[in-house]
């Protein structure tokens, strides 16, 4: 969807380790999103991004942080990574200006910490 | 900041009958109402959405409701078939401009039974 591409799809680490995961986007879309999946909690935002350079934090930011130097890559980096990270990580993008326009979802990234 | 509670976590209805998902949401500013279905493994997908302006919106057998006084919204699926098994999450956003992530439901796991 949207031309999103997340990589790693997999990855297992150590807990300590430094780990960047990284979502690319061919739709020139200004907005996006990293979101985590957890069993009993649905999905919930981590960092947004709103253009180059523009991000802000979302409702689970502690321990993450992201950056976003051009329009098609957005990173989320755990500089050091802990068991309660273990997640399924979804970015997504929408276009538009304006807000009230769907976001569209990557495949995911499985991360275990262990 | 918003809370968006779903019911039921788990719905098992027969093949051919009709399905209802219901959520309910605390921020009055909230005005985009998205439905997403994600199977095993897979990305949430967009199945539709509301904004705050429409009461009613249908395409084809799925129509999504939304009662701004109440601050609750429903998606309704009806003559249910095998493929409709999924876990479905509700979402709200206050929109405009970049600050529009998406708080989510828990989730609702639609069994259709044979």
């Known amino acids: 969807d949207a031309g999103i591409t997340q990589s790693p799809r997999h990855k297992v680490t150590e807990t300590g380790t430094p780990v960047t995961l990284r979502c690319h986007q061919t739709?020139?879309?200004?907005?996006m999103y990293w979101y985590r999946q957890d069993p009993g909690h649905g999905l919930r935002l981590i960092h947004y991004s709103y253009g180059v350079k523009d991000t802000d934090k979302g409702e689970v930011s502690d321990g993450y942080s992201v950056s976003r130097s051009k329009t098609e890559d957005f990173l989320l980096t755990l500089e050091s990574a802990t068991s309660s990270q273990t997640s399924v990580y979804f970015c997504a993008t929408r276009g538009g200006v304006v807000g009230n326009q769907p976001q569209h979802f990557g495949d995911g990234t499985r991360l275990s910490i262990l | 900041g918003e809370n968006v509670e779903q019911h039921p976590s788990t719905l098992s209805v027969q093949e051919g009958d009709s399905a209802v998902i219901k959520c309910t949401y605390s921020d009055s500013a909230s005005n985009y109402f998205p439905w997403y279905k994600q199977e095993l493994g897979k990305r949430p997908q967009l199945i539709i959405d509301i904004r705050s302006n429409v009461g009613e919106k249908k395409d084809q057998r799925i129509a999504v409701t939304l009662n701004k006084t109440a601050k609750h919204f429903s998606l309704h699926i009806t003559e249910t078939q095998p493929e409709d098994s999924a876990v479905y999450f509700c979402a709200a956003s206050i929109g405009g401009g970049g600050a529009d992530g998406l708080t989510f439901g828990k989730g609702t796991h639609l069994i259709i039974q044979p």
């Open positions: 739709e020139n879309h200004r907005y």
